[in-house]
């Protein structure tokens, strides 16, 4: 199993561009969520679903958009980045119900806005 | 609002010592979780604790839960250097898919 993985490891954008993150877990996984990480802190949660077709607002979820069409892909979309997004993103899956609900992480995508 | 906090932020240790780093939350929780993150790196799932008492222990490293007290402590004993890295605790609300974070202890052990 690959895991969860992330695409772009890294990226640079401009003030106002629109770009999407991609992620995807091959561990059939019911939920999945998107964390943003900030110098010194700890993780935020931006998005997060429960399967497919279902999907909530975390801590922090202006200026992204999410959907899940497939239970293994959960992408992030950026409408119109802007500097404060800049930070490290992390996706993380894991199984539903009464269970450990481990979160798994993905490897990240460092983002720059500028 | 789940607030989660860690104590101490920062941390400097001898090799050989012993140490413990404190995770308090503020509401009701049956899921405490602990990572560990190397620079750069991602989160590597240290312990998940489900209940209350619940102690697990990996190599140095020992956590423990006290949902009645809210409180969760992650002992390290006889410090080595390999465990130099932020450790994070993270507590589940409800399901699993939420997490909430604390703000990190960054470990570092010197020789």
């Known amino acids: 199993n690959a895991g969860v993985t992330q695409t772009p490891k890294f990226q640079v954008l401009k003030t106002g561009q629109s770009m999407t993150l991609q992620c995807a877990q091959d561990?059939?996984?019911?939920?999945m969520s998107w964390y943003r990480q900030d110098p010194g802190m700890g993780l935020r949660l931006i998005h997060y679903?429960?399967?497919?077709?279902?999907?909530d607002q975390g801590e922090v979820p202006n200026g992204y958009n999410v959907s899940r069409s497939t239970t293994e892909d959960f992408p992030l979309r950026l409408l119109s980045a802007a500097p404060s997004q800049t930070s490290v993103y992390f996706c993380?899956?894991?199984?539903?119900?009464?269970?450990?609900?481990?979160?798994?992480f993905g490897p990240g995508t460092r983002l720059t806005v500028l | 609002e789940l607030k989660v906090e860690q104590n101490p932020l920062f941390l400097s240790m001898q090799e050989g010592k012993n140490y413990t780093i404190y995770c308090n939350y503020s509401t009701t929780s049956d899921r405490l979780y602990w990572y560990r993150q190397d620079p750069g790196k991602s989160l590597e799932s240290l312990f998940v604790?489900?209940?209350?008492?619940a102690v697990k222990q990996e190599g140095r490293l020992m956590a423990s839960l006290d949902t009645k007290a809210r409180l969760s402590t992650l002992h390290i004993t006889a410090a080595v250097h390999d465990l130099s890295a932020t450790y994070f605790c993270a507590v589940a609300k409800t399901s699993g898919s939420r997490l909430t974070f604390g703000e990190g202890t960054q470990l570092t052990v010197n020789p």
């Open positions: 561990m059939n996984h019911e939920y």
């Open positions: 993380a899956s894991s199984y539903g119900g009464k269970t450990k609900n481990e979160q798994f």
């Open positions: 604790l489900l209940s209350n008492g």
């Open positions: 679903s429960v399967g497919a077709g279902i999907t």
